[in-house]
């Protein structure tokens, strides 16, 4: 079982920088992927960006490359979206997830508001 607590959401103006984290808890030592997915008014959820436990290695969807970053620090299990250059379709709510063993956990979601 794994635990998600997200953080880091709220209001920043067009341009600005937001970062969120996500700390998870429980056996967090058997997973594999850890990301960010999003979900505006009225529109399906999205992927926005993934990253390997293990490796480090990263994937994006292209509305957000290059103005975001996605990172992990494994001693605390917790993964971070630092978002950059934020627009105001970037306003959703962001989920986290980890996929452990065949299962992805989620977590509850934070606000992300973005002014113009």
């Known amino acids: 079982q794994v635990q998600l607590v997200e953080s880091g959401g709220g209001l920043v103006q067009a341009g600005g920088s937001l970062r969120l984290s996500c700390a998870a808890s429980?056996?967090?030592?058997?997973?594999?992927?850890a990301g960010w997915f999003r979900q505006a008014p009225g529109k399906e959820r999205e992927f926005v960006a993934t990253?390997?436990?293990?490796?480090?290695?990263?994937a994006y969807t292209d509305s957000v490359k290059g103005r975001f970053t996605i990172s992990r620090d494994n001693s605390k299990n917790t993964v971070y979206l630092q978002m950059d250059s934020v627009k105001p379709e970037d306003t959703a709510v962001y989920y986290c997830?980890?996929?452990?063993?065949?299962?992805?956990?989620w977590g509850q979601g934070t606000q992300v508001t973005v002014s113009s």
């Open positions: 997830y980890v996929d452990h063993l065949s299962t992805r956990y």
């Open positions: 990253i390997s436990w293990s490796t480090g290695n990263t």
């Open positions: 429980g056996r967090t030592f058997d997973s594999n992927h």
